[in-house]
């Protein structure tokens, strides 16, 4: 199984909105609602900030949403801050019910 | 709180294997799925396996003929064994449990050297 293909990058300004893509197949991505994001701080574990396409955790900020259009999920993050400088991470039940991860996008916050 | 603690050696020598344990506090391994992930230095996250309370497995393909998860619900632990490990399985190894199709808590993650 491949990995599901995000952006290696992507950056915006404080206050604006940018959407991270995630792109798989029909076995996976598109196959299920079954596609969370994670995200990841320098030298921190991931944290979980998308569940089954578009469910946000408790504690995790509403500026955080996900959706999700044929084989590609998309995670959008409203009113950039700092802190949301970062690694982002999808990830998909697969059909054989296996996991798979995205490559992985960082966020710069200009 | 929910917390995971992965523990083992931290440098295990080309083709031994690699065991690490993963203890959960403050709740229980009844209930639910609990995967293992790994971290390549600089790299992205690749999982492992997963494994459900009752001891049902699901291993990823490219690592199945090497990789063994298993559970002890009397220690609340569950445990991962690599076997015939090369420099390409050095890598910060996690511990997380699952909800739904994400991982909502994650052990610190320790990270393995394979180096003789």
């Known amino acids: 199984q491949s990995a599901l293909t995000q952006p290696a990058s992507v950056s915006g300004s404080p206050g604006q909105s940018i959407t991270i893509s995630c792109t798989g197949t029909s076995s996976d991505v598109g196959g299920y609602n079954y596609v969370s994001w994670h995200q990841q701080h320098p030298g921190k574990a991931p944290k979980l900030i998308i569940y089954d396409v578009s469910n946000r955790p408790s504690g995790v900020s509403n500026r955080f949403s996900g959706s999700k259009s044929g084989n590609t999920a998309s995670l959008t993050i409203s009113g950039l801050q700092a802190e949301d400088e970062a690694d982002y991470y999808c990830n998909s039940y697969t059909t054989i019910t296996t996991v798979i991860f995205g490559g992985g996008t960082k966020l710069t916050v200009l | 709180q929910v917390q995971l603690q992965e523990s083992g050696p931290g440098l295990v020598k080309p083709s031994e294997t690699l065991s690490l344990t993963c203890d959960v506090s403050?709740?229980?391994?009844?209930?639910?799925?609990w995967s293992w992930i790994r971290q390549p230095p600089g790299k992205g996250l690749e999982w492992i396996a997963y494994?459900?309370?009752?001891?049902?497995?699901t291993y990823s393909p490219s690592l199945k003929s090497r990789v063994t998860i298993s559970v002890d619900t009397s220690k609340n632990q569950f445990s991962l064994k690599l076997t015939s490990v090369t420099a390409a399985d050095t890598a910060v190894y996690y511990c997380?449990?699952?909800?739904?199709?994400?991982?909502?808590?994650w052990g610190q993650g320790t990270l393995v050297t394979v180096s003789s």
């Open positions: 494994i459900h309370y009752t001891g049902s497995t």
């Open positions: 403050g709740g229980s391994v009844s209930g639910y799925f």
């Open positions: 997380a449990r699952h909800r739904s199709s994400g991982f909502d808590y």
